[in-house]
Every structure is written in structure tokens, then in C-alpha cells.
């Protein structure tokens, strides 16, 4: 018994120490067992065009399961649900270039689209 123990305890540790994708889907998540809040930037785009730019400083956004829309809560606490060209980047911190390239940004709130209203900006490098 006492070898069977140590041979599985040596295969679930090879399965969880040497397995890349485990370890990229945990530090996209934040942690390994459970999601840690962290700045987010979404975009949200149709036909090639930006609709939503979200920046969540203390966020988990998660994809649905069985869609291919994500899920997070805004910076005011509204649930939000995105579908279909969606691009979400997790950052490290809110002091990276990433974070300062992008500006948020709600088309139904605006008379200019994103590049219209940004593109005159010098561009950050990532």
C-alpha cells in the first residue's frame, strides 16, 4: 500500500509540475485552485469595429461555459456578458504600457468611434 501511495503521489505531482498548460491556465487565473481578482482590459469588437473597451482594475472576468462570451462586473458592479469578438487581456498591474495604451470606452456613449477619437494619441509600446 505503502507503494502504491508513492506512486501516485509521483504521478499527480509530475501531471501538476511539469504540465505547461496547467500552470498557464493558473497564472491566467490567478491562482491555482481558485481566480484572483486583477486589472483586465476588454475589447469588444463587430465587424472589426470597437464597440466596448472595459478597463477593471479588480476583476475576474471568466468565459461562460458552452458560449463564447465572457462574464465579469464593471467598475460600477453591473454584471456584464459579452459575446463574439471579444478580446480580455489579465495584467500584472495597472502601472504597465498595456494598461495605458488602451482608453475605456462604450460606443452607445460616444459620437466617435475608438480610432476616430483616439488614433490622433502617440502610440505606447507594449
Not at 70 to 89: A, R
Request: glycine letters at 8%.
Amino acid at each position: 500500500m505503502k507503494y502504491f501511495l508513492t506512486f501516485l503521489l509521483l504521478i499527480v505531482m509530475s501531471l501538476f509540475l511539469g504540465c505547461a498548460k496547467f500552470w498557464d491556465s493558473a497564472d491566467a487565473q490567478g491562482g491555482v485552485f481558485i481566480s484572483k481578482k486583477a486589472p483586465y482590459i476588454v475589447i469588444s469588437q463587430s465587424g472589426g469595429e470597437i464597440m466596448d473597451v472595459y478597463k477593471l482594475e479588480h476583476a475576474i472576468v471568466q468565459s461562460c461555459d458552452g458560449s463564447d462570451g465572457w462574464l465579469f462586473k464593471d467598475q460600477t458592479g453591473n454584471p456584464v456578458f459579452l459575446g463574439g469578438d471579444v478580446k480580455t487581456i489579465r495584467l500584472k498591474n495597472i502601472q504597465s504600457n498595456t494598461w495605458n495604451a488602451y482608453h475605456e470606452y462604450h460606443m452607445e456613449n460616444e459620437s466617435l468611434s475608438y480610432r476616430e477619437k483616439y488614433n490622433s494619441l502617440p502610440q505606447s509600446e507594449y
